[in-house]
């Protein structure tokens, strides 16, 4: 099983961010998920 490299973990860590952070603010106005990857 291979660990992760910091780097690696920071950059997953900010896509599931910017994802979580698009679908909030979609259903704030209403958008249903906007972002759709």
Known sequence: KEAFT???IS???AVI???TACQ???AL???G???QI
């Open 24 to 26: 909030r603010l979609g």
């Open 17 to 19: 961010c910017f994802i």
């Open 29 to 31: 106005l209403d958008l």
């Open 6 to 8: 910091d780097s690696e």
């Open 33 to 35: 998920p906007s972002c």
């Open 11 to 13: 950059e997953l860590l």
